[in-house]
Each structure stands twice: as C-alpha cells, then as structure tokens.
C-alpha cells in the first residue's frame, strides 16, 4: 500500500523529524501554515479517526501525551491548536492519521 506517511516512517522518505518513539512519529509540515506546524503520527497506518478500534485507545492516549511534551519543547508557551482533519469532508489529504500541531501565532480564527 502507498502511503507517504508511512515511508517518512520507514524514512525512505526524508523529513524533519522533531521527535521520535517506539509508537510515534513527530515532523515538520512540508507546508507550513503557522511558524511552528508539526505532524504527529502512529508509526502504525491507521487511515483516520474514524478508523480507531478499542485496542488504539493506549496508542492515541499516548500522542496526546507526546502532543503536550513536543508542544513545550517547541516553546509553544501561549498554547497552540491540535487538529485533525478526519476524512474528505474534513480536509483530510493524506490518509494517514495524524495531528497538528501549530503554534507561534494566534490562531483563534483557524479555521474554528
Ligand atoms: P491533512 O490535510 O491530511 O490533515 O494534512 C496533511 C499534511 O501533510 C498537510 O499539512 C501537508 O502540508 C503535509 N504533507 C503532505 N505531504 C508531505 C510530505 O511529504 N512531507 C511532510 N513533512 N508533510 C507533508
Ligand atoms: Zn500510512
């Protein structure tokens, strides 16, 4: 199966990684829509959120946890916005489930 997010995993993909485990992997956006913009992904291919079974609950608990500990090693000290976006009408563009993270500017007006 192509998918991209899973060869930046398998970096046969290059990116910026900011931070990496056993089950995570946190990297720049390649198109950033605020100074900081990070994605933050199971290293597992899980398509979207709506996608999740009972047995991810651990793994998404996880990545929030990472979420917070990524956001304060960035400097993200005025808070930040998580976002995913969860199918077509959701704006998902790479089937791969994931979170940004964006920060360094506000963004009480984007997109809600
Ligand atoms: P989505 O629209 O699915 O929520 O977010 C996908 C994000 O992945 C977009 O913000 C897009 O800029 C980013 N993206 C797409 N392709 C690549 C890539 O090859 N490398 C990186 N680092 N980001 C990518
Ligand atoms: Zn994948």
Redesign the pocket.
Known sequence: MDC??C??VKKT????IIYEDEKVLA???????API?V?VTPKKHITSANELKEHDKDLIGHIFLKIAEIADKLGCKSGYKI???CGKD???????I?F?ILAGRSLDQFPC
């Open positions: 991209i997010f060869d930046i993909k290059p990116s910026h990297f720049k956006d390649l198109n950033p829509r913009h994605l976002l995913n976006n959701g704006g998902q563009t790479v089937p791969h994931h940004h």
